[in-house]
C-alpha cells in the first residue's frame, strides 16, 4: 500500500512487470512459459493478479523476471542501478527480435504470393507479357530518374580558377553525366520494389511449389522434430505438423 502518495514497493514491482512485459510483446501466457522455463512455475493468471490486483512477487519470481527482461533486479522495485545502459540495450534486443519476426512473415507471404503469380504467368503468355512491360517500364522510368538525380554540370575555369568565357562573354559550363554501367550499379545496390517484385515473378515456378503453399504446415524430414500433441502425419516420405 502506498504510502503519503508515494508508490509501495509492491506497486512498483506491478508497475515494472506489466510495463517491461508490454515493451517486450509478451503475453501473460508467454511470460508464463519463459518463467517455466527459468524455473518458476507460475499460471498466466497468477501474472495478471500481480499486475491488476496486487498479488505479492515472490523472490524467486522477480529474479525469474528480471532475467527475462534483462534488467537489474532491484530495478523492479525501483532501486538505482548502474547497469541502465544494459537494460536499453536487452530491450532494443527484444525490440528487434519482434521486428525480424514481422520481417519473416511479411517475406514469407510475399514469397507466397508471387509464387501464385509465377504459376499463372508460366501457363499464360499474356501475363507473361505483362510482367516484362511492367518490368521494362518500371526499369526504364527509375534508370532515367537516376541519370537525372546523378548529373550535374559546373563552370569551366583556368588554372588560376578563374571562370572560362565564350566570345560574347557567357559563362562556359561543363555538364557531367554518369555512364550507363554506373546507374546499372546505382540500380542494383538499392533496387525499387517495382522491378524486384516483377523480376521475382518472371522467374520459373518452383519444383511442387503449389502443393507446399497450399498447405499451412512447416515441412520437417523427421518426425522427432515435432512434439507429441502437434499433429504429425507423413505424406511422401515427408513428416508434416502444424
Known sequence: MSTLGKPSPEEMVATAIARHRTESGLTYEALADRMKAHGVTIHPSAIQKSEKSGRKVSIAEMVAYAAIFGVPVESLWGGES??????????????AERVLKIAQHVRREYESLIENVRRVASDSPEMAQRLQEQLDSATKFHRNRLYEQLSYSHPSLDEEGNQLTHE???????????????????????????????????????????????????????????????????????????
Not at 85 to 90: E, P, Q, V
Not at 168 to 190: C, T, V
Open 168 to 242: 560574347e562573354g557567357s559563362p562556359i559550363w561543363i555538364y557531367e553525366h554518369p555512364s550507363e554501367e554506373f546507374i546499372s550499379r546505382q540500380l542494383e545496390a538499392d533496387l525499387p520494389t517495382d522491378i524486384a517484385a516483377a523480376r521475382d515473378a518472371l522467374k520459373e515456378p518452383t519444383a511442387d511449389s503449389g502443393d507446399e503453399l497450399a498447405r499451412p504446415y512447416l515441412v520437417y524430414r523427421h518426425k522427432d522434430d515435432f512434439a507429441p500433441e502437434s499433429g504429425v502425419f507423413e505424406e511422401g516420405g515427408r513428416y508434416y505438423g502444424k
Open 82 to 95: 548502474q547497469d541502465a545502459g544494459l537494460s536499453a540495450a536487452w530491450r532494443d534486443f527484444n525490440a
